[in-house]
């Protein structure tokens, strides 16, 4: 006999998923507090406190150790965890004398247990080569590359403020990485390819919509209706390839990787802002990116050192200026470096506030 | 020479080196149980070797009724790579706030097991649980056992994106809104504009419970509920004398960093102009005892954020200064409709609300979906004295003015 097939039934109520201290004292929190690295406490208007374990995950995992937090929630938080924006995973407990214990196992995992309050939070990222058609970098594999470079800022080595690290491997920005104090993003530096039979897969008037600076027109090559494209007007956007799969924009040879920095999301003391290039490209270098993971520690040592408390990232050049930030950092300035799509003229500078 | 990925993978080795948790070790896991991981295993130490990813643009494939939740994708080598000739992922909708216990944690890990590579993100970017990998005779079979457990698909496609919040009232003393109510509340209401993609591009609502903004909505979400308040910040003198004793230096690290210097701070008693305060924040968050954010509480609604495709990245800006959040949000919810009927009718294909707001002029936006400009809304008001004005009087007008009246 068929059942009835269950659809539209959203996702299950998150109110039967909340630990009891949390039902008690929902909307009830009076303050929080860091107690170290990784580990901070809720005090409810009750007088409950609610204790927080964050640790660092791959974000890619597998159901296996999934089943290990899953335990672990069993040994130490009555079976109750949960994750963050960053992909973290945080453990709550009621009982703080379990949370050395749990730290441990965490680290026996391989989970480091940080990112909270002044650090390194965990790096947002995208799928890359794992999982994504339009990639021009990998995600996973650059990510892991920085965050053992940078690790000692996750778990608790002092900075002057909180520093977001985001990937996006092209400018889709599924990682909508535009406001982050860092950003690395991949880019495409080769005009699409056009491949035969175009045609048949993809809507030419749909393709020629698709380019935001009208560099592709229709064409007739042998007879077919396909297109062409000035390629002296192509950005490498690829949204004529999203569109259009006949359009690939990935190349070996010029793919590879650019730096941004400034941005935030956080209205504290200054309004949320993009990030503003740093480093128009650096190779594609796997297995571990040194070029980039070099350039990501070089800017955050600069920002270390000299940036005032609770400066981000953005902040700091801005107190300093650009051109200083180039001159510390020891960055190339480059033409690139200057917008010339909409509103360019916003970016440039239209005062003589210079520092000389 | 040895053949990438087929021949043990040297290079993807590399990265199972080193203090952070690495992916490849978790590839390995659940290649260990799976032949499709294990595929995945060799096709990315291939792609570590060329320098290129191997995945071709997805095609139609979904569940049943549903145009949304199902990435499809297909490998550009399947005769080469056969167990990863399809590797769809299916987008999970999470448990608003990321809230699990462990139970649902493994009963989501039973059903990947069962019909997948056992490969997963947590999270994708939106929010969504990623099942990461399977095949089109699996979906169908995913879904049923997923919704026999009270899990349904996210969004994906022009669809709404499914809605995500901060951890807000159930950890958070800074949450002006309970915005797990109202993110749970928007996906049970529009579950068909999540699942069957109707709309000219993607729309999603982010949830933020004070303008700290832990989800990053004013950046990603077509609309940003972020929570603020309109009264006066509450404050605890003795708190503030604790944290000044405690070693902040409160002129240096609160005053001097406050963007209206509201407030003030002569070594015993703290005074805010709150009539000044811009809501930013940050004494806030450096003082966490000694300062909370007001009685009077409630959101900032703004719209149109994006990424850079196609017309430039945005921002969402002030579409409602000040609003109460309380079920079951009928104002909210009349204006959400009609922005998307508006949307609907006059954007363009892959056209963003962001992008539509500035193609028409956000005052034409506002006139359209009913809201009345305030001041409120812009950095500041125009620069250019080129104004569209609609109408002109013709001479005899004033008089018909007159008799209307």
């Known amino acids: 006999m068929a059942t009835e097939r269950r659809t539209d039934i959203g996702p299950p109520n998150y109110q039967n998923f909340l630990p009891s ?39 890619l995992m597998s159901i296996h150790r999934i089943r290990k937090f899953a335990d672990l929630a069993d040994k130490y938080c009555d079976g109750h965890l949960r994750f963050t924006s960053r992909n973290n995973v945080e453990f709550l407990l009621t009982d703080d004398s379990k949370i050395d214990a749990l730290i441990a196992d965490l680290k026996e995992l391989g989970h480091p247990v940080g990112g909270i309050g002044n650090a390194i939070s965990n790096i947002v990222h995208t799928q890359g080569w794992v999982h994504c058609h339009s990639a021009a970098t990998d995600a996973s594999g650059i990510v892991k590359a920085v965050m053992d470079d940078l690790h000692e800022y996750f778990t608790g080595k002092e900075m002057p403020g909180k520093l977001r690290i985001a990937l996006a491997c092209c400018l889709n920005m599924c990682g909508a990485v535009h406001c982050s104090d860092i950003a690395i993003l991949g880019i495409h530096r080769r005009p699409p390819r056009i491949l035969g039979g175009l045609n048949k897969v993809c809507e030419i008037p749909n393709v020629i919509a698709s380019c935001p600076t009208a560099a592709i027109r229709p064409a007739t090559v042998e007879g077919q209706a396909t297109v062409e494209i000035d390629e002296e007007n192509c950005m490498f956007c690829a949204n004529c390839f999203s569109v259009c799969p006949a359009l690939p924009m990935a190349d070996a040879l010029n793919d590879g990787v650019s730096i941004w920095v400034g941005g935030k999301v956080s209205n504290a003391r200054s309004e949320p802002t993009f990030s503003k290039l740093a480093i128009p490209f650096l190779p594609n270098n796997p297995p571990r990116w040194p070029e980039v993971v070099e350039a990501v520690r070089n800017i955050v040592e600069v920002w270390h050192k000299n940036a005032r408390n609770f400066e981000r990232m953005g902040e700091f050049i801005n107190r300093i200026g650009w051109p200083r930030f180039f001159k510390l950092t ?14 360019a003229g916003l970016s440039y500078k239209r005062s003589v506030q210079l520092r000389h | 020479m040895a053949e990438p990925g087929k021949n043990g993978t040297p290079m993807l080795d590399e990265l199972e080196k080193g203090p952070w948790p690495s992916f490849v070790t978790q590839i390995k896991e659940a290649a260990e149980k799976n032949k499709m991981s294990k595929a995945l295993l060799s096709l990315l130490e291939r792609s570590y070797h060329e320098r290129i990813g191997h995945w071709k643009h997805g095609g139609i494939v979904g569940v049943m009724g549903y145009g949304g939740g199902v990435i499809g994708r297909y490998s550009d080598l399947p005769e080469e790579y056969p167990d990863i000739a ?52 699996e979906l169908e079979p995913t879904f049923a056992e997923l919704t026999a457990n009270d899990f349904d698909l ?9 809605p995500s919040a901060c951890v807000g009232p159930a950890r958070c003393e800074w949450a002006c809104y309970d915005t797990l109510a109202l993110a749970y509340d928007l996906t049970q209401t529009f579950q068909d504009e999540l699942h069957r993609p109707a709309f000219p591009y993607k729309f999603k609502f982010k949830c933020a419970g004070c303008p700290n903004d832990c989800v990053a909505s004013i950046a990603r979400a077509d609309m ?23 070693g902040l230096n409160i002129q240096r690290d609160v005053c001097n960093l406050c963007p209206t210097k509201c407030i003030e701070w002569d070594g015993k008693k703290l005074e805010i102009d709150d009539e000044n305060c811009v809501k930013c924040m940050h004494c806030i968050n450096t003082m966490p005892k000694a300062l909370r954010p007001g009685k009077d509480r409630g959101a900032t609604i703004l719209l149109g954020a994006k990424a850079p495709i196609v017309e430039g990245a945005l921002l969402s800006s002030v579409l409602v200064p000040f609003t109460k959040i309380e079920p079951p949000y009928e104002e909210l919810k009349d204006m959400v409709e009609r922005i998307w009927d508006f949307w609907s009718e006059h954007g363009k294909n892959r056209e963003r609300v962001g992008e539509l707001m500035q193609r028409v002029g956000l005052g034409n936006f506002l006139e359209a979906i009913e809201v009345e400009p305030t001041p409120e809304m812009l950095a500041h008001p125009r620069e250019n004295p080129y104004v569209f004005y609609e109408e002109y009087y013709e001479e005899g007008d004033e008089e018909e003015e007159e008799e209307e009246e």
């Open chain 2, 154 to 162: 996210g969004g994906s496609g022009s669809d709404m994106r499914t």
């Open chain 1, 21 to 59: 201290v949390i039902k008690k004292n929902y909307g009830k929190w009076k303050y929080h507090e860091i107690l170290r690295p990784g580990v901070m406490v809720h005090v409810a208007e009750s007088g409950d406190k609610l204790f927080t374990v964050r640790a660092g995950s791959p974000r």
């Open chain 2, 224 to 246: 940003s509920i972020i929570g603020t308040w309109r009264d006066e910040i509450q404050i605890d003198q003795k708190e503030v004398k604790a944290a000044e004793e405690a």
């Open chain 1, 330 to 343: 020891g960055i190339e300035f480059q033409k690139e470096h200057i917008d010339d799509f909409k509103y």
């Open chain 2, 86 to 137: 399809h590797f769809h992922t299916l987008r999970v909708n999470m448990p608003t706030g990321w809230f699990y216990t462990s139970d649902a944690l493994r009963t989501i890990c039973d059903i990947w097991e069962r019909h997948g590579s056992g490969l997963t993100n947590m999270h994708g970017s939106t929010g969504d649980i990623i099942l990461l990998g399977t095949t089109t005779d």
